[in-house]
């Protein structure tokens, strides 16, 4: 395997040794235990403490299709690009919970879907890790939205049903509804 052990700093989130292949892949480890695959720069390696990260490599750092998992349960399965999740995704919380989707800069972005261990579901965009442009929500109690979205807040021009059939259709202002828009009851009376 090339030169051997040696002392680097190559990035901050990975710790103590580097074992260099001739193929410029790496295998990096907390207290000098790594598996590494010389093929490819894929490695099984103790990063940032107590994460755990199994993929490939490019440069020192997480790059590429790769697992992370971390010391709370949380894991991330998907690409990887500079050290960050980035591309296609998914993402499992201890709570439950699951996003599925695209990632740019270690941040939810793009077309998104996220799940909640009550039911609950959203579909729709995301922008800088927050709900932003056009999705629908589905709660737990089959309440529903589907509209826009800015910064996680019903926002613009969305609709609103509740699970009696009642309804509202219109503007939105930060989850509130706005004075003008259509509400319907399902005895068939509606407001304007």
């Known amino acids: 395997m090339g030169q051997g052990p040696c002392s680097c700093d190559r990035g901050p989130s990975v710790t103590t040794q580097t074992i260099k292949g001739d193929d ?30 199994e993929g490939g490599w490019l440069n020192g750092q997480k790059h590429g299709q790769g697992s992370l998992t971390l010391k709370d349960g949380s894991k991330y399965v998907g690409q990887f690009k500079n050290d960050k999740k980035d591309g296609s995704g998914v993402y499992h919380y201890p709570s439950g919970a699951k996003y599925t989707g695209q990632w740019v800069n270690d941040l ?4 998104g879907k996220e799940e909640w261990a009550d039911g609950s579901v959203f579909e729709g965009q995301f922008k800088a890790g927050a709900k932003h ?6 709660w737990s109690t089959l309440c529903r939205y589907e509209g826009e979205f800015d910064n996680n807040d019903m926002h613009g021009e969305g609709v609103y049903t509740w699970n009696d059939g009642r ?21 068939g009376r509606t407001y304007e």
């Not at 939810?108 to 077309?111: I, P």
């Not at 309804?167 to 005895?187: F, H, I, L």
């Open 108 to 111: 939810q972005e793009g077309d």
């Open 133 to 138: 442009g056009r999705g629908k929500f589905v």
């Open 24 to 53: 410029d892949s790496a295998a990096f480890s907390a207290g000098g235990v790594a598996e590494a695959d010389a093929g490819g720069g894929a490695t099984k390696a103790q990063v940032a403490g107590d994460a755990t990260y």
């Open 167 to 187: 309804g509202y259709s219109g503007q939105w202002n930060r989850n509130t509804m706005a004075p003008r828009g259509k509400m319907w009851w399902s005895d």
